[in-house]
Structure formats: C-alpha cells, structure tokens
C-alpha cells in the first residue's frame, strides 16, 4: 500500500459531503481579466506553507482566475462525489485517477500535454495514470519508502546492510537486544505498509501487463513467509509511540532498522548525522529484484467543467512548463522527489548522500500499485498479508484464496472496458 507523507498529514476534521458538493466551490461560469474563472482544489497538506504557496502559484498565472480551495476532511470522498455533479471544480488534485473514474468518464485526456515530455516524468508513477494508452492525470510530485539502517549498530553486531530478504531476517534476529528491536515495520507488523513489496522482490507482480493476476507463483508464498519469520523471531518491533511514518522510534534507538518514507529523512539526518544509511527492500530468490514503493497525487481536470480546455492549459503551465514551481513543491514545504526526473537530478537538496540514494532508488526500482489493483484487490490481499505474519497461517493457502478473489475483480473490471 503506497501512503503519501502529504496524504497521511493531510487529515484534518471530517466535513460532510454536502458542504463538499454545495455551493461553495468556487466555481464562476463567468470570467475575469484575460479568461476565465476556473476553480482548483487540493487535499489539506500538514506541511507548513504549502497552501500559501499552491495560492501563489495560482495567482501568478494570467490567463484564468483560478481559485484555490483547500479541502480538509475526507478529500477521496469528497471529490468522488463532487465530480458527479455540476458544482464540484475545474482542475483538481486526486489520488489517482481511478478506474472508476476514467472508465466513468469523469476525467479528462490529458495525453496532449505530455508531448515532448513524456519520456521525462517518472515512468513508475505515470504508469497508473494512464490507461488505454492515453494519460488521465499529470504526476506532482514522487513520495517514496525505503528502509533506514542506523550504521553504528549494524556494525557494533558484524551485521552488513542486508541485499536479500534472507539477509534481511537474519539481520533483524542479530540485532535484537533487550533495548532494541532488529526492525520496526509498523506497529501491525507491517500488513498496512508493505503492500506488494515482498511480491515484487520475489520477482513477481500485483498485476501483470495483460491484466491478469500476478502472483499466482511459489515465490510468492516464499517471501511471505519469511515476512513471519520476523514475526516469529520476534524481531519486529510492536507498539511503538508512533507509526512506520514517522521515524522517532528509529532516531531513539528502539530499533536499528525502519521501514519509513522519503519525508522522513531530513529530522532523520539532523538527528543522526552521517550515522544512517537507506536501501530499497531486497530482493528475494534468484528472480528477485530490489523495489521502493513510489505514490504520486495527479492534477486532473473534471469532464463536467465548461473550462476543460483553459483547465488543461493552466495545469500545463504549472505541472509541465513550470518547472521551478515543481522543484518548490516537492522541496520548498517538504521533501519529496520531483516527478520529472530530469529535476529530480539537478535539484540541489537531492543530489548527495541518502537523498542522493532515494532518488535512484526511485528511479531505478520504484514500483506503483497498478490501476487494475483496486480497493477490493487490495483489501483482499492486506488481510491475507495480516494473517500470515500474526496469525502464521499458510501463506499458499491464503494465497490461493486471494488469486481467486483478484481474478474475479480483474474480470469485473476490464468487463467495464
């Protein structure tokens, strides 16, 4: 499951949909000035700034009069529901597109703005955002997770920083103490944050390229059951104060190894200085490869504004030809990896150390949830994913069972095609 930073600080008091599809939108069908109004909205960011800066970059474009509105409360909803009627916005930030919502015709094709371009955004997260072969949502901003080792304590127990997911394991075990856990992959033992991860680095896919399921394979039940055997070995940490997001319990000492995200890097390095290194999870059997979950929020435009085509000029000028506004987003407020990778390398705050390794990482082994992966796939698969570390269950027979729920989902959906 691939969370945000932006999307775990932006959760703020619950408003009810009605407020979200009312008449406070924003939206004029007149115009101002040199266009027209257009109506833009984002999630609520936790990052200090961000709103302030999002309105300036409204306010600096000429052509339209664009109104930020910055939704707290459940956003997905929100938008879900504001964009079956005449009231929701123009341009709007989403975790998606979902295929709801494309196959819904509910956003629009944006595949145009990409020309000259494309190959320069990230292609692990543009992936999910087109379907088709047409491209429904334009990547803001890459967040990414890997796992942070603290040097100091690897070395004091003759552990290297694990390759493999065996060495991962052992490693783990070695480095138990009374005082300290080998590992913190959040506080369920790491059901809600690994995701895909361990399918991946068995070689294997959620969802493969002809949409059918992609773990239907032995190696998968290998590399979920040596995700229990940091259960078992009682080498994960449990109960921490603070969840896998945030990296306190990791800069305290309760565990010499966390499995956290980009955003958490920089109080990372002001509390440890150089005593910290990062790494993709490893990769499993000789199939294996290494792999970082990577998520980006999209800017999309509504097929029910009467502005689609001043829509998409505005999110061209500012997520495609804007390119200084996009490296102040992703680095001014936070710290997040550009989307277009030609930035993502010249940009000064990622260019040495673990910064240096996270953008590579994300380049060179970043992996998406497919737009095929929907919630019911996903639901399916974290349950089973939870009974195999806690409960011990059978990984090939709680596998068996989610390859027959995720390929009647597939059918179902690509039947709406």
């Known amino acids: 499951m691939t969370i945000s930073r932006r999307g775990l600080l932006g959760a703020g008091a619950a408003v009810g949909l009605l407020s979200a599809c009312g008449s406070n939108t924003g939206r004029d069908d007149g115009g101002s000035g040199d266009g027209p109004k257009l109506s833009q909205w984002y999630h609520q960011y936790g990052e200090q700034g961000t709103e302030q ?18 939704r707290p409360g459940n956003y997905d909803e929100q938008t879900a529901a504001a964009l079956l009627t005449a009231s929701g916005p123009d341009v709007f930030e989403v975790n998606g597109p979902s295929l709801d919502q ?19 955004f990230n292609p692990a997260v543009l992936a999910p955002k087109t379907y088709d072969g047409r491209i429904w949502g334009i990547p803001q901003v890459v967040d990414m997770q890997m796992l942070y080792y603290r040097k100091s304590l690897l070395s004091d127990a003759g552990v290297r920083p694990p390759q493999t997911l065996d060495e991962l394991v052992d490693a783990a075990k070695k480095l138990t103490s009374k005082k300290t856990k ?3 992959l959040g506080n369920d033992g790491g059901a809600g944050v690994l995701g895909g991860m361990p399918l991946y680095a068995a070689g294997l896919e959620l969802v493969t390229a002809d949409g059918k399921v992609g ?11 040596k995700i229990h055997q940091l259960y078992a070995d009682k ?41 910290f290194g990062v790494l993709p999870f490893p990769k499993d059997g000789a199939e294996g490869r290494p792999a970082v979950p990577v998520g980006a929020y999209a800017a999309a435009v509504s097929t029910r504004s009467k502005h689609q085509k001043a829509g998409k000029d505005f999110l061209k000028w500012l997520w495609i030809d804007s390119t200084d ?24 705050k990622l260019r040495k150390g673990a910064a240096a390794d996270a953008v590579r990482y994300t380049t060179d082994h970043g992996r998406a949830e497919p737009l095929l992966w929907t919630p019911a796939s996903r639901s399916a698969y974290q349950d089973a994913l939870s009974r195999i570390i806690k409960d011990g269950a059978s990984p090939d027979d709680e596998l068996k069972k989610v390859v027959r729920k995720v390929s009647a989902e597939l059918g179902r959906v690509k039947k709406k095609s």
């Not at 094709?109 to 320069?120: A, I, P, R, S, Y």
């Not at 506004?325 to 000064?348: I, T």
Request: charged share 25%.
């Open 53 to 70: 800066a999002v309105k300036k970059y409204a306010a600096a474009y000429k052509k339209a009069d664009v109104n930020v509105q910055w």
């Open 102 to 120: 494309i196959q819904g015709k509910q956003v629009a094709d944006l595949t145009e703005l990409f020309d000259g371009v494309k190959d320069d």
């Open 182 to 184: 080998g590992l913190f």
């Open 215 to 225: 773990f239907d394979d032995p190696a998968a039940a290998r590399a979920l059951g």
């Open 235 to 275: 080498s994960l940490l449990l109960g921490a104060p603070a969840d896998w997001s945030d990296p306190s319990a990791f800069v305290q000492g309760l565990t010499a190894m966390q499995w956290s995200g980009l955003w958490a890097l920089p109080s990372v390095q002001k509390e440890l200085g150089d005593d």
């Open 325 to 348: 506004r996009q490296e102040d987003f992703a680095l001014g407020y936070g710290f997040h990896v550009p989307a277009r990778m030609s930035l993502a390398k010249k940009a000064e």
